[in-house]
């Protein structure tokens, strides 16, 4: 069956992700078109480097052009943001990336993306997916790509200058090039380097370059910018004596970051400090969006500044929502996901990781500097992540303990209060833990924030413990 999570559809290569399977969520999505009478407007698709995404976005637009649908075919491959700013400059009705995301080299998968270049909500995908799990394969016509290329109903487009343009202008370009960074790149492989290298070359930036080549299947690690992930980067940062390392994930929504120290810095740390950023050096105004597993240290600058922060399940269609809803300046997420108000309303790696340049050129300090100047305004919060791996058998007897018979760990400290808004949130005066399952993988994760590292993974460890969950640190 066909199932759209929190980050679009992702399946196994060869299992759930099939021509046939990319032909009835196309068929799917093309027939609400026509419903909506939009079919003629058009939908833009792209997709990245992994195995089968080129294929995957032609036997999309195949059977979309089938029922009538227009499409404009991204003829290279390109990072998810730019699609979703080309659904917006086109002022197109939908818009669709073959991706997934971070998932492992196995996975292969589809995000939808609605007027605007917004992140498809669930009152979009949840009706796409019972059409599409509706649709019987020998009821679908299909047509010849090539054919529909040559009468004209696929366009190859190449929008990329005009989103790098659009990032280059909403950048102070000139801070940046009276510094001179030497920056290191790591794409893991994925789609970011041309346009990252395009942004920084024109910032006057020195720049090396690692794991650049195209490999499906990312070198042998997971696509995702992680302290695990990220071990040559730190290395070469080192190495190369720069004042900063960028990683991005396959398909460069989502940003790593290594200092100029060769240590990993978090996508919460940064998600603070380019909010503090934002609103000191930019005078900027404006709420935080985060979501529930997300730093509460973003909170603290929110109401030092007289701001506030708003908390939305996972998922970045939610945090786009809660940005739209209190004109909020940033939102962002643990896993590196983060936007800022003006730009396209998706997580995009390369327009944070520009901002971030200039950040660090603007301030003049080092990034272990500024991370350091946050602890001593606002205090010290870790975050402790950890996730396993489930049978059906031990997803269901999690669920049924934490969210239907809602029976909680025996904490060390007093609890203030739960939430069951996404997943099971338990707050206490000084840190917070939630047990949630991953809208995209069979898999429970476990996120936890207290003022020690110490502290948060002993909430951590309470919570495998409570769940028989396999726990060796």
């Known amino acids: 069956m066909i199932e759209f999570g929190t980050g679009g559809w992702r399946a196994i290569i060869g299992d ?8 009835r969520v196309a068929a799917a999505l093309a027939r609400r078109m026509k419903a909506e009478g939009c079919e003629k407007d058009g939908l833009v698709i792209g997709y990245d480097r992994r195995f089968l995404s080129r294929e995957g976005a032609i036997w999309f637009s195949e059977a979309a ?8 075919f991204v003829n290279l491959f390109c990072p998810t ?5 080309t659904v917006k400059h086109m002022n197109l009705p939908y818009g669709a990336m073959v ?10 998968g589809i995000k939808l993306f609605t007027r605007g270049g917004r992140d498809a909500t669930e009152d979009v995908t949840a009706p796409i997916q019972s059409a599409a799990n509706a649709i019987e394969e020998e009821s679908l016509a299909i047509v010849d790509f090539d054919h529909a290329l040559a009468d004209g109903r696929i366009t190859f487009i190449d929008p990329r200058d005009i989103y790098l343009d659009s990032i280059l202008a909403q950048i102070d370009i000139d801070s940046i090039r009276r510094r001179r960074l030497r920056v290191v790149l790591d794409p893991m492989f994925g789609v970011s380097l041309s346009g990252l290298q395009t942004i920084l070359y024109t910032a006057r930036c020195d720049i090396d370059i690692i794991n650049d080549r195209h490999d499906a299947f990312f070198g042998g690690h997971l696509p995702a910018p992680n302290p695990e992930t990220l071990v040559d980067l730190q290395a070469s940062v080192r190495d190369h004596h720069a004042d900063v390392g960028i990683a991005t994930d396959g398909d460069a929504d989502r940003l790593g970051i290594i200092d100029e120290k060769g240590n990993y810095v978090s996508a919460n740390k940064i998600l603070v400090l380019l909010y503090y950023y934002l609103l000191k050096y930019k005078g900027w105004h404006g709420a935080a969006v985060r979501n529930i597993a997300t730093t509460h240290m973003l909170d603290r600058v929110a109401e030092a500044f007289g701001e506030e922060c708003i908390e939305v399940p996972v998922g970045f269609k939610h945090i786009s929502a809660g940005m739209d809803a209190h004109d909020a300046l940033i ?3 643990s896993s590196g996901g983060l936007t800022v108000r003006g730009h396209i309303s998706g997580k995009d790696g390369l327009y944070a990781a520009s901002l971030l340049v200039e950040m660090l050129c603007v301030t003049g300090k080092p990034l272990s500097q500024l991370v350091q100047d946050m602890y001593d305004q606002f205090g010290e919060m870790h975050m402790a992540e950890y996730d396993w791996a489930l049978t059906d058998e031990s997803k269901a007897r999690i669920h049924q303990e934490i969210m239907v018979d809602r029976k909680l760990p025996a904490f060390d400290r007093e609890i203030d209060h739960v939430s069951y808004l996404d997943g099971c949130k338990v707050y206490f005066k000084n840190g917070w833990i939630i047990i949630r399952f991953s809208g995209t993988e069979p898999r429970v994760r476990v996120f936890a924030e207290s003022r020690t590292m110490e502290e948060a993974r002993n909430l951590v460890r309470t919570v495998a413990e409570a769940l028989s969950l396999p726990w060796n640190e």
């Open 16 to 23: 759930q992700f099939t021509r046939a399977n990319v032909h």
């Open 65 to 72: 052009v089938a029922e009538g649908v227009r499409i404009y």
């Open 81 to 85: 943001p730019q699609v979703m700013f």
């Open 99 to 108: 991706t997934a995301s971070h998932n492992p080299a196995l996975y292969n």
């Open 331 to 333: 939102g962002g997420e």
